[in-house]
T-cell receptor, first 118, second 114 residues
Framework: GAVVSQHPSWVICKSGTSVKIECRSL??????MFWYRQFPKQSLMLMAT?????????EQGVEKDKFLINHASLTLSTLTVTSAHPEDSSFYIC??????????????FGPGTRLTVL | AQSVTQLGSHVSVSEGALVLLRCNYS??????LFWYVQYPNQGLQLLLK??????LVKGINGFEAEFKKSETSFHLTKPSAHMSDAAEYFC????????????FGKGTTLSVSS
């Protein structure tokens, strides 16, 4: 099956620093990747849709200057949390989508990245 | 617009008991439906999916779900719960447009006691 990796799996940083999270589709090409944020005991909140070679589309309320997304190739998307603050601490999950011959989206999820900002 | 409602944010069962997690959807077009499981500090793992064909879908770990169009439901069941089934479960529906994100329900936490 399709595999999506994320790196790092966890990161601790100081307030004010920037953190980059990588999302890779290992055995398929994904024209579209998604970034989600998940708070404890809650569902996934879609942050942005990332398409290869174009600017990301952010959901309402997500600061695009704070959460920089780059989708440089068909297998790699990165999320950079700039000037991180404690309220940015969360679990970030990426997914990559395949449009199947059955005319539906199938999403494959990465293992997530736990960000803690001190 | 499509939406998913998961009834019951928390379900508790005893080991060996039937597991029933409820999911209702709203969709103006034929839906494609998914159940995912999430263990602590991990990503989402696909349990099963309904696209077309047989309405009773079997997935991994002994789970199955039945698509009932008349009830707009896609409930997840397992005949006999195991301690390892304790996790968060998410129901999701796929929009018909290519490259759009799945729409998730709020999730149901399954607890299994011995």
């Amino acid at each position: 099956g399709a595999v999506v990796s994320q790196h790092p799996s966890w990161v601790i940083c100081k307030s004010g620093t920037s953190v980059k999270i990588e999302c890779r589709s290992l055995d398929f090409q994904a024209t579209t990747m998604f970034w989600y944020r998940q708070f404890p005991k809650q569902s996934l909140m879609l942050m942005a849709t990332s398409n290869e070679g174009s600017k990301a589309t952010y959901e309402q309320g997500v600061e695009k200057d704070k959460f920089l997304i780059n989708h440089a190739s068909l297998t790699l998307s990165t999320l950079t949390v700039t000037s991180a603050h404690p309220e940015d601490s969360s679990f970030y999950i990426c997914s990559a989508t395949l449009w199947t011959s059955g005319d539906y989206n199938e999403q494959f999820f990465g293992p997530g990245t736990r960000l803690t900002v001190l | 617009a499509q939406s998913v409602t998961q009834l019951g944010s928390h379900v508790s069962v005893s080991e060996g008991a039937l597991v029933l997690l409820r999911c209702n959807y709203s969709s103006s077009v034929p839906p494609y439906l998914f159940w995912y499981v999430q263990y602590p500090n991990q990503g989402l793992q696909l349990l099963l999916k309904y696209t077309t064909g047989a309405t009773l879908v079997k997935g991994i770990n002994g789970f199955e779900a039945e698509f009932k169009k008349s009830e707009t439901s896609f409930h997840l069941t397992k005949p006999s719960a195991h301690m390892s089934d304790a996790a968060e479960y998410f129901c999701a529906v796929s929009p018909p447009q290519a490259g759009t994100a799945l729409i998730f329900g709020k999730g149901t936490t399954l607890s299994v006691s011995s």
